[in-house]
């Protein structure tokens, strides 16, 4: 994020802190991890992908091994599936993160000695058996709803890598909101997560526990995160004035980048600019 013209440090701190962060986390444990974890909602897997990249996550741990069930749709519904991704292994947590954007985060490294892909719509077996042949040994035909063992396969359009080729496991973070929900590290930092270094952010939606899920989550975690209109508005009252549209500009942007969703990122954004526009727009002091 650029420097913040013509404001004291702290302030400018304070402003990361509230918009960056929001909630407080917890340094978490094997036992802490132990059970399913879930996606809030429909996520988006990367903002530039071309690939149909809406999914969901469906986790499992043990307190030394883990379980993902990732699922891969057409739509931002997320209800035309596409794709079932099935993987797991080992796991590792290590010390706190050398480098956290927030504290009380460890490293963790998650190996995987299995991995499925199972197509479950034409597109998929079509991309698969054409313009991703590439990627798959000569005798591979994809069949519709049929799991194919891809553990030994690299193809860097899917982001799959092979048990050899990330031997070491994926370099991520763990963390454990006070609210309850599971953050690893935001896969949007770094091309392969199997290389370091690892992220030193953490994805902001997280997940939930199984048994906590519920289809107003993501709306109810977005209006929480958005709650700190006190604090935002108290730091803002000791800008001056000529500095107050580059802050909004500012914020929207770091917004922007730490949302998964570019329509969430947009919603976030406007309303910053609905909250504080008389100030972007005429120089004057925000509600």
Not at 163 to 168: A, G, K, N, T, V
Request: with cysteine; net charge negative; proline share 6%.
């Amino acid at each position: 994020m650029k420097s913040l013209p013509n404001i004291p440090i702290t302030l400018a701190s304070l402003l990361l802190v509230v918009l960056a962060v929001g909630d407080s986390v917890a340094q978490p444990s094997p036992s802490a991890l132990e059970g399913r974890w879930v996606s809030r909602s429909c996520e988006i897997l990367s903002p530039t992908g071309e690939l149909p990249n809406y999914i969901t996550r469906d986790f499992t741990f043990t307190e030394t091994e883990w379980e993902l069930e990732l699922m891969v749709y057409l739509d931002r519904e997320c209800s035309a599936a596409g794709m079932r991704v099935r993987i797991g292994g080992a796991y590792e947590l290590g010390d706190q993160a050398a480098e956290p954007t927030y504290t009380d985060v460890r490293e963790g490294n998650f190996f995987y000695d299995h991995r499925t892909n199972e197509p479950l719509d034409p597109f998929f077996v079509n991309l698969l058996n054409t313009d991703l042949a590439f990627c798959f040994p000569d005798d591979l035909t994809w069949e519709l709803n049929t799991p194919v063992d891809t553990i030994t396969f690299d193809c860097d359009a899917l982001g799959m890598h092979s048990q050899q080729s990330c031997s070491d496991g994926e370099y991520d973070l763990v963390a454990i909101y006070e609210d309850g929900a599971l953050h690893l590290g935001d896969r949007f930092q770094t091309a392969s997560m199997c290389q370091l270094p690892r992220p030193t952010l953490l994805e902001p939606k997280g997940l939930v526990r199984f048994e906590e899920r519920s289809p107003n989550a993501l709306g109810l975690a977005r209006s929480a995160r958005l709650s700190q209109n006190t604090r935002v508005q108290e730091a803002l009252a000791l800008l001056s004035e000529e500095n107050m549209r580059t802050v909004i500009s500012e914020i929207s942007a770091n917004l922007h980048n730490r949302y998964y969703s570019t329509d969430e990122a947009v919603e976030a954004a406007l309303y910053f600019e609905r909250a504080y526009g008389g100030v972007a727009a005429e120089g004057g002091r925000g509600p």
